[in-house]
């Protein structure tokens, strides 16, 4: 008899939180779906992402809240695996192996020498590591963590002066007026070439290309709003890139 009273608890138990699924299910069809999503990015630039997202996320989701993180932006996955993130949207090549991170790729794009329109390294359609010698190179600190430090080094390569620069505006300024060369991805600074305002230029031959991916942890489960900001910032992420490639 005891058994056949906890069997038919269990079930009733089972049956009202199937109902309580689905009417939150329900209540977010109609918008009434409440959470926070917390995100941050290893680059700066990539928040400039976030209007157009969050603009067709909300229409969706407008009692979900968005907080972005920017004071993890240089450790994003150290944050997220101590529960202070939701999401961490990262650029590294290759992505962290941990088996307690699910990776979703995003996009590729690919980073690009930025350079003063008269700069004599225009003259070239790429740019080798070498010809960067003598160089100011400006990168985002800290330079510990440098992609463009660590490829120049791997090169053999050790850049004159090394300037550390907090935004991505910033490395725009400095290079366009000749003070040094920066190293950022082509869809940021697309729209200061087509200017005139700096000049590009792809790393050796072959260029720098990088693959995106949102982590999440892999033991939580993923609301269904987490999910649909994931599709949204991924499918208007690589519009982006593929317009800079144009």
């Excluded at 603009?55 to 932006?73: G, L, M, N, Q």
């Excluded at 790729?105 to 960067?132: G, W, Y």
Aim: with cysteine; glycine share 4%; proline share 8%.
């Amino acid at each position: 008899m005891m058994n056949k009273q906890i069997q038919m608890t269990c079930s009733i138990q089972k049956v009202l939180e199937e109902l309580k699924t689905a009417e939150s299910q329900i209540v977010g069809l109609n918008g009434g779906t409440r959470g926070i999503i917390r995100i941050s990015t290893e680059c700066y630039t990539c928040y400039h992402w976030l209007p157009p997202v969050l603009k067709k996320f909300h229409a969706r989701y407008p009692k979900v809240e968005v907080s972005i993180d920017a004071e993890y932006t240089h450790r994003p996955i150290e944050a997220l695996l101590d529960g202070k993130l939701d999401v961490a949207i990262l650029n590294c090549t290759p992505p962290p192996r941990n088996s307690s991170l699910r990776l979703m790729p995003m996009f590729e794009d690919e980073l690009v020498l930025v350079l003063a329109p008269k700069h004599p390294l225009t003259a070239k359609n790429q740019i080798s590591p070498k010809e960067l010698a003598t160089e100011t190179v400006l990168i985002y600190p800290p330079r510990e963590e440098s992609t463009f430090l660590s490829i120049l080094r791997k090169a053999g390569t050790e850049p004159e002066r090394i300037m550390e620069i907090q935004l991505t505006e910033g490395i725009i300024e400095l290079a366009a007026a000749g003070t040094g060369i920066g190293f950022l991805a082509r869809w940021a600074v697309a729209p200061y070439a087509e200017s005139g305002k700096v000049a590009l230029r792809s790393l050796t031959s072959r260029g720098f290309r990088r693959v995106w991916h949102a982590a999440t942890l892999r033991n939580q489960p993923t609301p269904p709003y987490v999910t649909e900001f994931l599709d949204v910032l991924s499918a208007y992420c690589p519009k982006q890139a593929r317009l800079a490639r144009a």
